[in-house]
């Protein structure tokens, strides 16, 4: 499976938890994890306003992780992982939430983090990295998530660890050449994800910052891309 749209995907990510942040009450809506904790202190805190925008990030998330599944797994059993019909369609999905996201983000700036167009574009956008998420899930690329990047470092952590530490003996007689190539550049791939994450969060806060006409797109423009570079390789099979 070729990782441009893995990495536009990561991109996505990264971009939206950067904008969720500096504009939308500093939640996230890619990264549960850290809404979870955000949650756990505002209530501890009885900072209630906090735990309505951690609240509606994640029930976004989790509703849109359910219909993702839906969309790219409705019949309950997956005939084949990669670039699907299905996985177009539910790509396509995310870009239109993100579109919803892009025009409703310039108006609500404004605004205070209690009106309800800053619950809008929480929720829209856990709902789109919600769809995301099962979207990946559903390509079994292991190891690999564009959400919660903890996952993915923990799988390249111990990928390198493998290879320092363990892998010093003979490969098992069943490795094929392919199978090793795959297993060489499974670091690479891992890596790729956290670091796109890291430009995107980077690149979106300046740009939220300096020009925020334009940032808002930037999560939208990622999901475009990776829906063009999908469906031109909508053949291809996952290769691990």
């Not at 009450?25 to 900072?47: C, D, H, P, S």
């Not at 509703?63 to 839906?70: D, E, K, P, S, V």
Request: some cysteine.
């Amino acid at each position: 499976m070729k990782n441009g749209p893995l990495l536009f995907l990561s991109w996505t990510s990264g971009c939206l938890d950067a904008l969720s942040y500096l504009g939308l009450g500093r939640i996230f809506t890619a990264n549960m994890t850290g809404n979870t904790v955000l949650f756990g202190l505002a209530l501890a805190q009885g900072n209630w306003l906090d735990v309505l925008h951690a609240l509606v990030a994640l029930l976004g998330f989790a509703l849109g992780a359910i219909g993702g599944t839906f969309l790219v797994e409705r019949n309950y059993e997956r005939k084949r992982a990669g670039w699907t019909p299905r996985v177009l369609f539910a790509l396509t999905v995310e870009g239109c939430l993100l579109l919803i996201f892009a025009i409703v983000w310039p108006f609500a700036k404004a605004l205070s983090q209690s009106s309800p167009p800053i619950y809008i574009l929480i929720l829209v956008a856990g709902l789109a990295m919600g769809l995301q998420s099962a979207i990946v899930v559903s390509l079994s690329v292991p190891g690999v998530s564009t959400t919660y990047i903890t996952g993915t470092i923990t799988t390249l952590m111990s990928a390198i660890g493998r290879r320092l530490f363990i892998h010093t003996q003979e490969p098992p007689p069943l490795a094929n050449a392919q199978e090793a190539q795959i297993e060489h550049l499974r670091p690479l791939r891992l890596a790729a994800v956290w670091l796109i994450y890291i430009v995107a969060a980077g690149i979106s806060g300046f740009t939220a910052l300096h020009i925020p006409a334009l940032a808002s797109f930037l999560p939208l423009l990622a999901v475009v891309m990776a829906i063009i570079h999908a469906f031109s390789n909508r053949p291809a099979r996952i290769e691990e």
